[in-house]
Protein backbone atom coordinates (compact mmCIF):
# COMPACT_ATOMS: atom_id res chain seq x y z
CA UNK A 1 0.00 0.00 0.00
CA UNK A 2 2.66 2.33 1.02
CA UNK A 3 4.92 1.62 -1.75
CA UNK A 4 2.24 2.54 -4.29
CA UNK A 5 1.27 5.93 -2.84
CA UNK A 6 4.26 7.43 -5.16
CA UNK A 7 2.50 6.02 -8.06
CA UNK A 8 -0.88 7.55 -6.76
CA UNK A 9 0.86 10.92 -6.50
CA UNK A 10 1.93 10.54 -10.09
CA UNK A 11 -1.53 9.94 -11.09
CA UNK A 12 -3.10 12.85 -9.19
CA UNK A 13 -0.29 15.71 -10.55
CA UNK A 14 -1.10 14.10 -13.65
CA UNK A 15 -5.02 14.55 -13.23
CA UNK A 16 -4.43 17.77 -12.41
CA UNK A 17 -2.54 18.81 -15.39
CA UNK A 18 -4.85 17.32 -17.13
CA UNK A 19 -7.97 19.66 -16.05
CA UNK A 20 -6.09 22.45 -16.61
CA UNK A 21 -5.25 21.93 -20.00
CA UNK A 22 -8.52 21.25 -20.63
CA UNK A 23 -9.77 24.68 -18.90
CA UNK A 24 -7.02 26.12 -20.95
CA UNK A 25 -8.47 24.75 -24.59
CA UNK A 26 -11.97 24.71 -23.62
CA UNK A 27 -11.25 28.78 -22.91
CA UNK A 28 -9.54 28.90 -26.06
CA UNK A 29 -12.41 27.52 -27.57
CA UNK A 30 -14.93 29.75 -26.28
CA UNK A 31 -13.22 32.52 -27.57
CA UNK A 32 -12.89 31.42 -31.19
CA UNK A 33 -16.40 31.21 -31.32
CA UNK A 34 -16.89 35.01 -31.34
CA UNK A 35 -15.72 35.77 -34.71
CA UNK A 36 -17.34 39.28 -34.56
CA UNK A 37 -16.06 41.63 -32.16
CA UNK A 38 -18.83 42.08 -29.17
CA UNK A 39 -19.61 45.33 -27.62
CA UNK A 40 -19.12 45.53 -24.20
CA UNK A 41 -21.89 45.95 -21.46
CA UNK A 42 -21.55 46.13 -17.39
CA UNK A 43 -24.50 44.37 -16.34
CA UNK A 44 -25.62 45.98 -12.83
CA UNK A 45 -28.18 43.51 -11.20
CA UNK A 46 -28.98 45.55 -8.24
CA UNK A 47 -30.75 47.86 -10.54
CA UNK A 48 -34.16 46.83 -10.27
CA UNK A 49 -35.93 49.17 -12.80
CA UNK A 50 -33.68 47.49 -15.67
CA UNK A 51 -34.45 44.22 -14.54
CA UNK A 52 -38.10 44.87 -14.73
CA UNK A 53 -38.01 46.45 -18.24
CA UNK A 54 -35.68 43.49 -19.36
CA UNK A 55 -38.32 40.53 -17.49
CA UNK A 56 -41.04 42.61 -19.49
CA UNK A 57 -39.49 42.13 -22.79
CA UNK A 58 -38.83 38.42 -21.67
CA UNK A 59 -42.10 37.79 -20.79
CA UNK A 60 -43.22 39.92 -24.12
CA UNK A 61 -41.08 38.66 -26.56
CA UNK A 62 -39.01 35.40 -25.86
CA UNK A 63 -40.92 33.41 -23.28
CA UNK A 64 -43.15 31.92 -26.39
CA UNK A 65 -40.09 29.80 -27.96
CA UNK A 66 -37.82 30.00 -24.80
CA UNK A 67 -38.22 28.91 -21.49
CA UNK A 68 -36.70 29.64 -18.35
CA UNK A 69 -37.35 26.63 -16.66
CA UNK A 70 -34.41 26.46 -13.64
CA UNK A 71 -36.12 29.64 -12.19
CA UNK A 72 -39.66 30.22 -10.82
CA UNK A 73 -42.03 33.23 -11.23
CA UNK A 74 -42.26 33.33 -7.77
CA UNK A 75 -38.59 33.60 -6.82
CA UNK A 76 -38.22 36.16 -9.99
CA UNK A 77 -41.10 38.36 -8.47
CA UNK A 78 -39.37 38.77 -5.37
CA UNK A 79 -35.99 39.60 -6.85
CA UNK A 80 -37.18 41.91 -8.94
CA UNK A 81 -39.29 43.68 -6.68
CA UNK A 82 -42.64 42.96 -8.39
CA UNK A 83 -45.87 42.23 -6.14
CA UNK A 84 -47.00 38.38 -7.30
CA UNK A 85 -50.38 39.47 -8.23
CA UNK A 86 -48.96 41.98 -10.55
CA UNK A 87 -46.53 39.72 -11.63
CA UNK A 88 -49.76 37.09 -12.71
CA UNK A 89 -51.63 39.54 -14.18
CA UNK A 90 -49.07 41.29 -16.56
CA UNK A 91 -46.70 39.13 -17.46
CA UNK A 92 -47.82 35.67 -17.46
CA UNK A 93 -49.95 34.88 -20.41
CA UNK A 94 -51.01 31.11 -19.19
CA UNK A 95 -54.36 31.21 -16.85
CA UNK A 96 -53.15 28.39 -15.28
CA UNK A 97 -50.06 29.37 -13.92
CA UNK A 98 -49.30 29.61 -9.79
CA UNK A 99 -46.71 31.71 -8.64
CA UNK A 100 -44.62 28.90 -7.56
CA UNK A 101 -44.09 27.08 -10.96
CA UNK A 102 -41.39 27.03 -13.13
CA UNK A 103 -40.68 29.19 -16.09
CA UNK A 104 -41.57 26.85 -18.49
CA UNK A 105 -43.73 27.37 -21.65
CA UNK A 106 -46.14 25.13 -23.81
CA UNK A 107 -43.62 25.06 -27.27
CA UNK A 108 -43.01 21.42 -28.32
CA UNK A 109 -39.12 20.50 -29.07
CA UNK A 110 -40.33 18.57 -32.40
CA UNK A 111 -42.39 21.25 -33.54
CA UNK A 112 -40.57 24.47 -33.22
CA UNK A 113 -37.55 22.05 -35.15
CA UNK A 114 -39.78 22.33 -37.88
CA UNK A 115 -40.53 25.98 -38.15
CA UNK A 116 -37.41 27.11 -37.74
CA UNK A 117 -35.18 24.42 -38.42
CA UNK A 118 -33.72 24.35 -34.21
CA UNK A 119 -35.39 24.25 -30.99
CA UNK A 120 -35.05 27.25 -29.41
CA UNK A 121 -33.25 26.07 -26.50
CA UNK A 122 -33.42 27.70 -22.69
CA UNK A 123 -32.13 30.27 -22.15
CA UNK A 124 -31.90 30.27 -17.73
CA UNK A 125 -28.62 29.52 -18.46
CA UNK A 126 -27.46 31.08 -21.49
CA UNK A 127 -25.65 34.58 -20.01
CA UNK A 128 -23.52 31.86 -18.73
CA UNK A 129 -22.26 30.45 -21.91
CA UNK A 130 -20.66 31.49 -24.87
CA UNK A 131 -19.79 35.33 -24.25
CA UNK A 132 -22.38 36.50 -21.54
CA UNK A 133 -24.17 39.33 -21.10
CA UNK A 134 -21.72 40.90 -24.26
CA UNK A 135 -22.67 37.98 -26.37
CA UNK A 136 -26.67 38.49 -26.08
CA UNK A 137 -26.31 42.18 -26.63
CA UNK A 138 -24.54 42.45 -29.59
CA UNK A 139 -26.07 39.68 -31.11
CA UNK A 140 -29.85 41.23 -30.81
CA UNK A 141 -28.67 44.18 -32.25
CA UNK A 142 -26.90 42.40 -35.06
CA UNK A 143 -29.94 40.90 -37.12
CA UNK A 144 -29.70 42.49 -40.55
CA UNK A 145 -31.80 41.71 -43.71
CA UNK A 146 -30.68 38.76 -46.27
CA UNK A 147 -33.31 37.29 -48.46
CA UNK A 148 -31.41 34.30 -49.01
CA UNK A 149 -32.33 33.71 -45.80
CA UNK A 150 -35.80 31.34 -45.07
CA UNK A 151 -36.76 34.16 -42.77
CA UNK A 152 -35.37 37.17 -44.38
CA UNK A 153 -33.08 37.91 -41.95
CA UNK A 154 -29.36 37.10 -40.83
CA UNK A 155 -27.72 37.76 -37.79
CA UNK A 156 -23.52 39.05 -37.31
CA UNK A 157 -22.70 37.22 -34.16
CA UNK A 158 -25.02 33.98 -35.22
CA UNK A 159 -24.40 33.36 -38.71
CA UNK A 160 -27.55 31.81 -40.51
CA UNK A 161 -29.43 31.60 -37.13
CA UNK A 162 -32.11 30.06 -37.40
CA UNK A 163 -34.48 32.45 -34.83
CA UNK A 164 -37.03 34.78 -36.21
CA UNK A 165 -35.72 38.99 -35.81
CA UNK A 166 -38.76 39.42 -33.21
CA UNK A 167 -37.84 42.59 -31.94
CA UNK A 168 -37.89 43.93 -35.47
CA UNK A 169 -41.22 46.14 -35.01
CA UNK A 170 -38.63 48.33 -32.25
CA UNK A 171 -35.55 48.38 -33.60
CA UNK A 172 -36.56 48.75 -37.31
CA UNK A 173 -34.70 46.70 -40.52
CA UNK A 174 -30.84 46.98 -40.61
CA UNK A 175 -29.20 46.06 -43.84
CA UNK A 176 -25.23 45.26 -44.74
CA UNK A 177 -23.55 48.54 -46.33
CA UNK A 178 -20.11 50.11 -47.75
CA UNK A 179 -19.54 53.10 -46.10
CA UNK A 180 -17.23 55.84 -46.66
CA UNK A 181 -14.55 56.21 -43.86
CA UNK A 182 -11.47 57.70 -43.15
CA UNK A 183 -8.13 56.27 -45.02
CA UNK A 184 -5.62 54.78 -42.67
CA UNK A 185 -2.59 56.72 -42.96
CA UNK A 186 0.65 55.13 -42.77
CA UNK A 187 0.95 56.18 -38.67
CA UNK A 188 -2.23 54.10 -38.06
CA UNK A 189 -4.29 57.52 -37.44
CA UNK A 190 -6.84 58.84 -39.81
CA UNK A 191 -5.84 60.80 -43.40
CA UNK A 192 -6.22 63.74 -43.31
CA UNK A 193 -5.71 66.73 -46.32
CA UNK A 194 -2.75 68.71 -45.10
CA UNK A 195 -4.61 72.49 -47.01
CA UNK A 196 -8.46 71.99 -45.52
CA UNK A 197 -7.48 69.31 -42.67
CA UNK A 198 -10.72 67.31 -43.55
CA UNK A 199 -10.98 63.65 -43.49
CA UNK A 200 -9.67 61.88 -46.85
CA UNK A 201 -12.27 58.81 -47.19
CA UNK A 202 -12.88 56.20 -49.21
CA UNK A 203 -15.49 53.57 -49.67
CA UNK A 204 -14.82 50.58 -47.63
CA UNK A 205 -17.25 47.24 -47.23
CA UNK A 206 -17.57 44.20 -45.03
CA UNK A 207 -15.03 42.34 -43.08
CA UNK A 208 -12.68 45.38 -44.02
CA UNK A 209 -15.17 47.39 -42.13
CA UNK A 210 -15.31 45.63 -39.22
CA UNK A 211 -11.85 45.26 -38.96
CA UNK A 212 -11.55 49.19 -38.62
CA UNK A 213 -14.32 49.12 -36.30
CA UNK A 214 -17.50 50.28 -37.77
CA UNK A 215 -20.24 48.71 -37.69
CA UNK A 216 -21.27 47.29 -41.73
CA UNK A 217 -25.10 47.68 -40.62
CA UNK A 218 -27.16 50.39 -41.29
CA UNK A 219 -30.33 51.37 -40.45
CA UNK A 220 -32.76 51.97 -43.45
CA UNK A 221 -34.58 55.01 -42.56
CA UNK A 222 -38.17 55.30 -41.17
CA UNK A 223 -38.11 51.51 -39.86
CA UNK A 224 -38.55 50.44 -36.24
CA UNK A 225 -40.62 52.46 -33.67
CA UNK A 226 -37.92 53.17 -31.55
CA UNK A 227 -34.40 55.08 -31.86
CA UNK A 228 -31.00 53.64 -31.66
CA UNK A 229 -30.46 54.41 -28.85
CA UNK A 230 -34.21 53.84 -27.18
CA UNK A 231 -33.26 50.23 -28.58
CA UNK A 232 -29.73 49.73 -27.39
CA UNK A 233 -31.41 50.62 -23.93
CA UNK A 234 -34.59 48.18 -24.25
CA UNK A 235 -31.41 45.67 -25.20
CA UNK A 236 -29.32 46.22 -22.77
CA UNK A 237 -32.31 45.61 -19.88
CA UNK A 238 -32.50 42.39 -21.64
CA UNK A 239 -29.68 41.48 -21.11
CA UNK A 240 -29.07 42.85 -17.69
CA UNK A 241 -32.21 40.47 -16.73
CA UNK A 242 -30.68 37.51 -18.21
CA UNK A 243 -27.18 38.46 -16.28
CA UNK A 244 -29.59 37.97 -13.32
CA UNK A 245 -31.31 35.30 -14.17
CA UNK A 246 -28.23 32.80 -15.19
CA UNK A 247 -27.55 33.27 -11.22
CA UNK A 248 -30.48 34.73 -9.30
CA UNK A 249 -28.18 34.17 -6.00
CA UNK A 250 -25.92 36.78 -7.05
CA UNK A 251 -27.46 39.68 -6.02
CA UNK A 252 -27.44 37.84 -2.29
CA UNK A 253 -24.20 36.98 -2.97
CA UNK A 254 -22.70 40.05 -3.61
CA UNK A 255 -24.25 42.06 -0.66
CA UNK A 256 -23.98 39.44 2.00
CA UNK A 257 -20.08 39.39 0.58
CA UNK A 258 -19.64 43.10 2.26
CA UNK A 259 -21.06 41.94 5.83
CA UNK A 260 -18.39 38.58 5.35
CA UNK A 261 -15.41 41.65 4.56
CA UNK A 262 -16.39 43.95 7.07
CA UNK A 263 -16.85 40.83 9.86
CA UNK A 264 -13.34 39.55 8.66
CA UNK A 265 -11.73 43.11 9.31
CA UNK A 266 -13.71 43.35 13.30
CA UNK A 267 -12.34 39.62 13.65
CA UNK A 268 -9.09 40.65 12.81
CA UNK A 269 -8.60 43.18 15.84
CA UNK A 270 -9.63 40.44 18.19
CA UNK A 271 -7.30 37.43 16.78
CA UNK A 272 -4.61 39.82 16.59
CA UNK A 273 -5.30 40.93 20.36
CA UNK A 274 -5.49 37.12 21.07
CA UNK A 275 -2.21 36.46 18.86
CA UNK A 276 -0.10 38.83 21.15
CA UNK A 277 -1.59 37.17 24.28
CA UNK A 278 -0.39 33.87 23.11
CA UNK A 279 3.14 35.52 22.20
CA UNK A 280 3.69 36.69 25.48
CA UNK A 281 3.31 33.38 27.17
CA UNK A 282 5.41 32.02 24.83
CA UNK A 283 8.26 34.10 25.58
CA UNK A 284 7.32 34.13 29.27
CA UNK A 285 7.72 30.10 29.48
CA UNK A 286 10.84 29.97 26.54
C1 LIG B 1 -40.43 32.44 -32.75
C2 LIG B 1 -39.65 31.77 -31.79
C3 LIG B 1 -38.54 32.57 -31.12
C4 LIG B 1 -38.67 33.74 -30.39
C5 LIG B 1 -39.96 34.50 -30.10
C6 LIG B 1 -37.37 34.06 -29.90
N1 LIG B 1 -36.46 33.13 -30.31
FE1 LIG B 1 -34.50 33.06 -29.82
N2 LIG B 1 -34.25 31.40 -30.93
C7 LIG B 1 -35.25 30.75 -31.63
C8 LIG B 1 -34.68 29.59 -32.32
C9 LIG B 1 -35.45 28.64 -33.20
C10 LIG B 1 -33.32 29.57 -31.99
C11 LIG B 1 -32.27 28.54 -32.42
C12 LIG B 1 -31.60 29.06 -33.62
C13 LIG B 1 -30.50 28.18 -34.16
O1 LIG B 1 -29.88 27.42 -33.40
O2 LIG B 1 -30.26 28.31 -35.36
C14 LIG B 1 -33.07 30.72 -31.12
C15 LIG B 1 -31.84 31.06 -30.61
C16 LIG B 1 -31.63 32.05 -29.66
C17 LIG B 1 -30.38 32.30 -28.99
C18 LIG B 1 -29.08 31.56 -29.24
C19 LIG B 1 -29.03 30.32 -28.44
C20 LIG B 1 -27.72 29.61 -28.63
O3 LIG B 1 -27.73 28.52 -29.20
O4 LIG B 1 -26.71 30.15 -28.20
C21 LIG B 1 -30.59 33.33 -28.13
C22 LIG B 1 -29.58 33.95 -27.18
C23 LIG B 1 -31.96 33.73 -28.28
N3 LIG B 1 -32.56 32.93 -29.21
C24 LIG B 1 -32.52 34.78 -27.57
C25 LIG B 1 -33.82 35.22 -27.76
C26 LIG B 1 -34.37 36.38 -27.09
C27 LIG B 1 -33.65 37.23 -26.09
C28 LIG B 1 -35.65 36.49 -27.53
C29 LIG B 1 -36.64 37.58 -27.18
C30 LIG B 1 -36.27 38.90 -27.57
C31 LIG B 1 -35.89 35.40 -28.47
N4 LIG B 1 -34.75 34.66 -28.59
C32 LIG B 1 -37.11 35.16 -29.11
C33 LIG B 1 -36.58 31.11 -31.69
C34 LIG B 1 -37.13 32.21 -31.06
Not at 23 to 29: A, D, K, R, V, Y
Not at 174 to 180: E, N, R
Amino acid sequence: MIRRLPNLRKKVIGLAVLTWASCLFSLSCVAADAGYPLDHIEPDIHDQASLQRGAKTYMNYCMGCHSLEYQRYKRTAEDLGIPENLMLKHLVFDPDTRIGDLMTNTMSAESSRNWFGASPPDLTLHSNLKGGPDWLYTYLRTFYRDDSRPFGMNNLVYENVGMPHVLLDLQGMQIKTCKQVPQVAPNGGDMRDPLTNEFIREEVCGEELVRRGYSPLEKVEGTGSLTTAEYDQVIYDLANFMFYIGEPARIDRTRIGWYVLLFLAFFYVFTWLLGREYHKEFHRES
